[in-house]
């Protein structure tokens, strides 16, 4: 599945990184400890966090995570957006819980 049909079929709002919507995914990882992210998130999953700011891009960058979704009504803030744009990493946007967000993906990737 690609990050772009994520968003189609979870209702999910891209905020940036639009060029990397075909992006492949390959899991789903949750956590809001950026340390635990770095050293437990497996290359091509998808990022379910509450973090707002542009260190979940460099994060996601770094561990090659296909997008990020902030979850829970939650809004990145400006540099944030502005960052996923220049990686190219989809900054993805849902009212949803994370409890919500991670169940549907899981249905989605079984």
Known sequence: MK???LVE???LKVLGGADGLDRE???CYVSDLLSDVVAGAPMGDVWITLHTHKTIVAVASLKGLSCIIVDGGH??????I???????IPLLATPLSTFETAGRIY???R
């Open 107 to 109: 249905v989605l990737l």
């Open 9 to 11: 079929r979870l209702g």
């Open 3 to 5: 990050v772009k049909e």
């Open 82 to 88: 502005e960052q996923s744009d220049k990686e190219g």
């Open 75 to 80: 809004a990145p803030d400006a540099d944030a």
């Open 25 to 27: 995914v390959g899991g």
